[in-house]
């Protein structure tokens, strides 16, 4: 069985007030963590953001999820970047994408963001950026914005496989 997690209280709480000050890539992962992804899902994810092993474990282990249901596991995550990674079309798509959305919600603020987006040459180096991303959009606008701006980036990514 693949365990799927969701945010506890205290998961929703550290996102509105960061009180407990997590790594980004941490944060990052906990802003995934929406109900619906198992623990497979979010390990892989993970793994671009460079999060530990045991992110996961570490934010259960806080409090900050919680296990909410299981089924069973299929057959490993592959992450759609892998799947695109070598398509210039697809890799086009996601880098009109992001660099719009940086364009649109932080204007002057994103000039530095804007250009990690130029200096990327793979769909895989764009997913990198994603924390970074949703980072600046949860201190330009909202941490709901950015959660919301990480689920439809990766709706985007995942049309692709």
Known sequence: M???YAKTEAGRQEIEDRGRRLPLALRSILLMVDGS??????????????????????LAEMGLIEVVGGKPAAAP?????????NDPDRYRELYDWMSESVRRNLGLKGYFLQLKIERAQTAIELEKLWPDVADAF???KSHAFASRWLEETRQRVLQYA
Do not use: H, K, S, Y
């Not at 992804?37 to 570490?58: I, K, S, T, W």
């Open 2 to 4: 693949a365990l799927i």
């Open 37 to 58: 992804r198992n623990e497979d899902e979010l390990r892989q994810m993970g793994l671009n953001l460079r999060a530990p092993d045991d992110a996961v474990a570490q």
């Open 77 to 85: 995550v592959v992450l759609a970047t892998a799947t695109i990674a």
């Open 138 to 140: 949860a201190r330009a």
